[in-house]
């Protein structure tokens, strides 16, 4: 069974910083691509960033510069860095686990940015 579980969400202040994790289970999470996505009140899931299981990185605009996605095989865990935290970026973080067809979801955590 998979399992992505993520942690790290919460209340922050505009110009902070917080960390993201999401620790995988029962996937080839070495041979998967990992991503974060959100989703804001009333408006639709987005792509925050992405990463391949080459180590290769897609980032949305709107976090380019700020977020830094990552990842460690060992744990099984890929983490969001995220710095200078704007108001525009609260929403409900979700990881996702892609290999070949198939895709997996966490359950979100809740991103919080004050201003």
């Known amino acids: 069974q998979v399992q992505l579980v993520e942690s790290g969400g919460g209340l922050v202040q505009a110009g902070g910083s917080l960390r993201l994790s999401c620790a995988a289970s029962?996937?080839?999470?070495?041979?998967?691509?990992m991503g974060w996505y959100r989703q804001a009140p009333g408006k639709q899931r987005e792509l925050v960033a992405t990463?391949?299981?080459?180590?290769?990185?897609v980032y949305t605009d709107s976090v380019k510069g700020r977020f830094t996605i990552s990842r460690d095989n060992a744990k099984n865990t890929v983490y969001l860095l995220m710095n200078s935290l704007k108001p525009e970026d609260t929403g409900v973080y979700y990881c996702?686990?892609?290999?070949?067809?198939?895709?997996?979801w966490g359950q979100g955590t809740q991103v919080t940015v004050s201003s």
């Open positions: 990463i391949t299981s080459g180590d290769s990185t």
């Open positions: 029962g996937i080839a999470f070495s041979a998967s691509s």
């Open positions: 996702n686990a892609a290999r070949w067809s198939y895709n997996w």
